[in-house]
Structures are given as C-alpha cells and as structure tokens.
C-alpha cells in the first residue's frame, strides 16, 4: 500500500476515526480545563489574562494525559457509528478483512502517539508546572534554594540556582575520604555554558594531613573551573522541587544518576509513564477492534458500549496505580510500567493472530 497515495477504504475510516477522535480529545480536555479553572478559580489571585493562560497551562496538561483515553474512545465511537450505518456490513460483502479495516485506524493512532512523544520532548511537557505556578501566584518565582547532592565523588552545596539565567550562586564542592575533607572549591557564581558549569573565581583549598592529622592548608585561586558535566538547571531543579521534566531531559537525567549510582525510581517511572504507557492504548485498539462485533444483530450496543468502556478506564486506572508504586519506589518501575505493557501486547499480538479466523 501506498501512504501517499492510499486506497479509498483507507482515507475513508482514517477521516472517519480523525473526526471521532478530535471530537472526543477537545472535548474531555476542555472539560478537564474548566472543572479544574472552576475548582481553583478562587486561589487564582491574578489578573484574567493570566486566568486564561491558567486555562492554557491546564489544557495543555489535559491533553498529555487523556490523549491515550481519546485514541481508544475514537476507534469504539468509529467502530459502533459503522456497524449502525451498516457500513462496517458493507465493507465485509467486498471481501474486507479484520486486518485490513483494523489498518487506518491504526495507523492514525501510532501517528497520534508519535505526535505526543514529539510535543513531551518540548516545553509542553511543563505545563503542569506553569498552572502550579500561576495557581500559587509564583509566575516570577524561579530561584532554588540550599541545594546539597552527591556528584562523582564529591559532594555539592550551592545556596541557589536560577534556572531562567542559568545561574548557580555560593557554590561550594568538598571531597571527602572516610572522615577526612581532602580539598574543598568554593566559587561566589557558576554560569551553565550548554554542557557543564563555569565556576568563576573559585578559590580551591587542598587540606594536607600528617599522620592522619590535619596540619595546614594549601589555598589556590583559579579564574575558572569546570563542573557539574550534564548537570543541566532543568534537571537540577526537577532533582530537588520535584519539577516535571520532557523525556529528554529525564532520559539524561536517567543517566546521571546511573553513572552517580543514585536511585533513580522517580526518574525511571517519569520516563516510563511518557513513553511507554501510552502504547497501552495501541493495543487496546486492536484488542477492542476485534473484540467488539462486527454486525448490529448479534450485539445489544449498550452492554457492548459499556463493557468497552469500561475495560478500558479499568486498564488505564490500573496503570496510572501502578505508576504512582513504580514512582514511590515500593516496587522496580520497569515491574509497574514495562511489564504490564508487555502482557497486555502479547494478548493483543494474541487477538489479532486468532480473532481474524472468527465471524462475529
């Protein structure tokens, strides 16, 4: 099959699941956007352009979060508004397969998943943040303060961190070896350059021990000393205020903290629950597909609507639990988030290799 230039059959339930699909995505997340303005409308101590934006931030956090919920929600509406029509009747007489109608609708959906794993990579995946941040009326807070972590084999003090400017200032690195400071660098500000940070005129003081005790100091100023590789201010304030991060960032934040051998659950769960529990959604396509029947006569629709629906905010409930485990660390993220997905894409594999055979 041709993409650029695809049959009739294919334009026709791919335009058809579109328009169910972006129906059902405006929709619940504009619901979402106002039932969330109404509940906080009285905290919003700001201005209405601001209200607006607060609308905006929350809409944007709506659609991260439903967008799943909509692409299985448009295939059962495409699906139950063909079979009413008799369409779905029709395109079975001319010799149409499970398979083949099951194609446009799930080649919309894996599109629609790719665009949302584009837009998580952007600043769309901090909307929550904005809103929080309108909501406690701290649009022009962005300071973090008394920050201490473990970085290699030093540790790191900086008294604060402004991510707009990429600023750290009163930066102190110690080092320390069984209850012995071996050399401390204390700098007045630190400038992130893209990879790693500056530290302007940091003063570096070795401690020199005889037998075992201290006995003076040796104390060297430098212009400039390089710290902190990959450290970014994103990942920084994410670390210590509990920030949203895109999937890039937490992918390199992963690997921060790996190579510091840190925990890194919450990180492991955030990056998961962006990229991997949405593809929950592609496999309840085809499972529903599939599942539901392809005739009117043998179908009472409110039952089958019901028990579709329903199937679905069940699994996705339950991976939303799961996640909140895998992010507490009472168990392994890839136990709460990856192999669930496997299972329910084995059955789905399952479903599309054995159902074709049936008449339903």
């Not at 059959?9 to 791919?14: A, I, M, Q």
């Not at 905006?56 to 956090?61: K, L, S």
């Not at 008799?86 to 499970?98: I, P």
């Not at 037998?211 to 304030?237: A, C, D, M, Q």
């Amino acid at each position: 099959m041709n993409l650029l230039a695809p049959p009739l059959y294919f334009r026709y339930l791919s335009l058809q699941y579109i328009k169910n699909f972006l129906a059902i995505l405006f929709g619940i997340s504009f619901s979402f956007a106002a039932i969330d303005y109404f509940q906080h409308s009285q905290q919003l101590q700001v201005a209405w352009n601001y209200k607006i934006l607060y609308i905006f931030y929350m809409w944007e956090q709506a659609l991260g979060l439903l967008f799943p919920l909509a692409i299985v929600f448009g295939v059962i509406m495409t699906k139950f508004t063909l079979i009413k029509n008799n369409t779905m009747t029709v395109l079975h007489a001319f010799g149409y397969t499970k398979r083949r109608l099951l194609a446009p609708l799930f080649f919309v959906s894996v599109a629609v998943y790719m665009i949302f794993f584009g837009l998580n990579t952007t600043e769309f995946a901090y909307a929550r943040d904005k809103g929080s941040a309108l909501l406690h009326n701290e649009m022009n807070v962005y300071d973090v303060n008394n920050i201490f972590f473990k970085y290699n084999d030093t540790f790191v003090y900086m008294k604060k961190l402004d991510p707009v400017h990429k600023r750290l200032e009163n930066i102190t690195i110690f080092k320390v070896e069984g209850h012995k400071v071996l050399y401390t660098i204390h700098a007045p500000y630190a400038l992130f350059d893209g990879k790693e940070w500056d530290a302007h005129d940091a003063t570096l003081k070795t401690h020199i021990y005889k037998n075992g005790n201290l006995v003076r100091y040796k104390v060297e100023h430098k212009e400039s000393i390089k710290t902190l590789n990959g450290y970014k201010p994103k990942i920084i304030e994410s670390l210590y205020e509990g920030k949203a991060l895109n999937i890039v960032d937490a992918f390199n934040t992963w690997k921060l903290l790996k190579k510091q051998d840190l925990n890194s659950d919450k990180i492991r769960a955030a990056f998961y629950e962006k990229t991997v529990m949405p593809l929950f959604a592609l496999a309840m396509v085809i499972i529903l597909f599939f599942k539901i029947p392809f005739h009117a006569r043998m179908m009472r629709f409110g039952l089958v609507i019901a028990l579709a629906l329903g199937s679905t905010f069940v699994v996705w409930g339950l991976l939303f639990g799961l996640y909140q485990i895998g992010s507490n660390g009472v168990l392994s993220p890839e136990m709460t988030a990856l192999f669930p997905i496997v299972l329910l894409w084995i059955y789905a594999v399952y479903v599309f290799f054995t159902d074709e055979r049936t008449i339903r």
